[in-house]
């Protein structure tokens, strides 16, 4: 029986712990030992690493976050402790190792596997959608449906009120949430850092749109913008003529129970990256593009600057 190990790395998503689910059952099927390594990389310098059953992954399928924690890890970047973290893989003869993150992470473990040989598959996980070479990352359609029962509760509350509301999605430099969620809710505007924008012009349609009658106006900005929301907000009170607020979405749209796509996406990528490993790949991603699944090398993933589909682009224009 070979050993294979899973660990968690940077931002959550809901949709981790379905995936872990699958890792530990379909592990079993395929004859291989599941272990857990927690808390990302920081657990594999420590070695807190513990062999899975089905009893760890019974009822998580319906939770966000990750069971196994997950981590920012500094000491990873470092040789030494790579040197560690091998020492304590074959401490417990595991020699495949799937990661749940973002390119960051794919980009340490090319390194790991280049200096140690441990033969890995990554599986996108994060909700800014923004990994080169793959058209969906695990967590993504969760945060989305956060954000649309969050803009479509505000959206009440500015209506009521007469206001305009700039609401704030995460992302980092990716727009991806912002975008989707703007063309999704119908929101007056969308702010993204890859579409540069002059407020000033806006100001005469929305002025007007108020003499004609609008009670209200939503505002997705994305928090990679040049400016702070409340920035935004200023200008619909100074220029527009309409009391504003802001509402910055945050950890909200990390957390929550993960939805049936990401669920069923989850089983998805734990197949492939089970199957992909025992089939002889050696350092790849599992990527999900044009409705297929395919394995990329690091380079084709890590390296290369994600844009945003250019389809989705031309909608918001
Ligand atoms: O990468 C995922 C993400 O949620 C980003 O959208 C956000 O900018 C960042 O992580 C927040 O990081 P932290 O959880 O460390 O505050």
């Not at 992954?57 to 030494?80: H, P, W």
């Not at 803009?151 to 509301?165: L, N």
């Not at 505007?189 to 009658?213: A, R, W």
């Not at 999900?288 to 380079?299: A, G, H, P, R, V």
Request: charged share 25%; hydrophobic share 35%; with cysteine.
């Amino acid at each position: 029986m070979k050993n294979i190990a899973i660990l968690c790395s940077g931002g959550d998503v809901s949709g981790m712990n379905p995936a872990l689910k699958h890792f530990v059952e379909y592990s079993l099927q395929k004859n291989l030992k599941p272990f857990f390594i927690y808390d990302g990389f920081e657990g594999l310098i420590d070695d807190d690493i513990k062999e899975a059953s089905y009893c760890d992954v019974a009822g998580i399928i319906t939770r966000g976050g990750t069971k196994i924690g997950s981590a920012r890890s500094t000491r990873f970047m470092q040789k030494e402790f790579r040197e560690i973290a091998k020492q304590n893989l074959d401490k417990h003869s595991i020699d495949m190792l799937i990661v749940l993150g973002g390119d960051g992470s794919f980009r340490g473990l090319d390194i790991f596997y280049k200096e140690h040989g441990v033969k890995f598959c990554g599986i996108p996980s994060t909700i800014d959608n923004d990994i080169n070479g793959t058209d969906y990352s695990l967590g993504v359609d969760t945060a989305l449906n956060i954000i649309k029962t969050s803009i479509d509760a505000i959206r009440d509350t500015a209506s009521s009120f007469k206001r305009a509301f700039v609401i704030e999605t995460m992302g980092r430099d990716c727009g991806y949430l912002a975008l989707v969620s703007h063309l999704t809710s119908g929101s007056e505007l969308c702010l993204i850092p890859e579409i540069d924008y002059d407020l000033k012009s806006y100001e005469e349609n929305f002025k007007t749109q108020i003499e004609n009658g609008r009670r209200y106006f939503i505002a997705i900005v994305s928090e990679g913008i040049k400016q702070d929301s409340q920035e935004i907000a200023d200008w619909f009170e100074n220029k527009i003529g309409i009391e504003s607020r802001v509402s910055i979405l945050g950890h909200i749209q990390r957390g929550g129970n993960p939805s049936i796509y990401d669920r069923l996406m989850a089983y998805k990528f734990i197949t492939h990256a089970i199957d992909g490993l025992l089939q002889g790949k050696k350092e790849s991603v599992v990527c999900y593009t044009k409705s297929d699944f395919t394995y990329k090398s690091i380079n084709e993933v890590a390296n290369i600057p994600n844009k945003l589909d250019s389809q989705l682009l031309s909608l918001i224009k």
